[in-house]
């Protein structure tokens, strides 16, 4: 399942031309390597008075328990 959630975030990434690409060769091994880089974008963080005034949920889990508060 992660590799579908990646696969999602990578193509978005190629379209906005957001993306590294690394070839290597290994001469030992006799072997091309190409590895995919980029960045995820910043997540916007609001104020806790903002999330209250939009509805958020507190959840506290714990080996022995579960608790949540709205």
Known sequence: MAF???GVEWADRIEI????YR????TERG???LT?????PVVQ????????ARGV??????VD???ATK
């Open 45 to 52: 963080a609001m104020s806790p008075a903002a999330a209250c």
């Open 31 to 33: 072997r091309w390597y």
């Open 23 to 26: 070839i290597q060769l290994d």
């Open 36 to 40: 995919a880089s980029w960045q995820r």
């Open 4 to 6: 579908a959630h990646r």
């Open 57 to 62: 949920i507190g959840v506290d889990s714990d």
């Open 17 to 20: 031309r957001a993306v590294a």
């Open 65 to 67: 328990h579960f608790a």
